[in-house]
């Protein structure tokens, strides 16, 4: 049994993933509109992966026999005034996930919650990958995003990103 506050944490941070993914959904909707098929299939796969951590959290939650009653998710923002601006709130976003699965693992170590502890490991390097990949993505814009060939490519680039589920996931 996860300690109370534990699992409210955890509880809390699946709503976190799944407005994520809903957050990436938009903007992907948001590049498509802007017939940017790349742009729109990079976030779109990136609103998978985070629907994945929602489900790996649901799954450690329900093993450890703790029910889950889900909240309402936040409707996400869905007006974007630049190709750029989604990017930088992308890399905003994960941040601010990253704060989170922190404070769970402050949270699990001050209860000596070994177990979410190890659990929580596999989050805190995917934080950071989620991390480097959002800051690349808006260097490589700002490198190429203000000519229309470069654009083009990068764009081409971006659209051959597949989602490959979560080996945890699958578990």
Do not use: C
């Not at 799944?18 to 796969?45: M, P, T």
């Not at 699990?108 to 800051?135: C, H, P, S, V």
């Not at 470069?150 to 051959?160: I, K």
Request: aromatic share 12%.
């Amino acid at each position: 049994m996860l300690h109370p506050d534990v699992k409210k944490l955890l509880v809390e941070q699946i709503n976190k993933e799944l407005y994520s993914a809903y957050l990436y959904l938009s903007i992907a909707n948001y590049y498509a509109d802007q017939n940017l098929n790349g742009f729109e299939n990079w976030f779109y796969v990136q609103a998978q992966e985070e629907r994945d951590h929602a489900m790996i959290i649901r799954t450690y939650l329900i093993d450890n026999g703790e029910p889950i009653a889900m909240g309402a998710i936040a409707e996400p923002k869905n007006a974007f005034s630049s190709f750029g601006e989604p990017l930088n709130d992308a890399l905003a976003h994960e941040q601010y996930v990253t704060a989170s699965i922190h404070s769970i693992y402050s949270a699990a170590a001050e209860r000596k919650d070994y177990r979410t502890m190890q659990f929580l490991d596999w989050f805190i390097r995917e934080q950071g990958e989620e991390e480097k990949n959002a800051d690349d993505l808006i260097k490589r814009f700002a490198l190429f995003g203000g000519d229309a060939k470069s654009l083009y490519m990068l764009n081409a680039e971006l659209a051959a990103r597949v989602y490959t589920p979560s080996t945890l996931a699958t578990t």
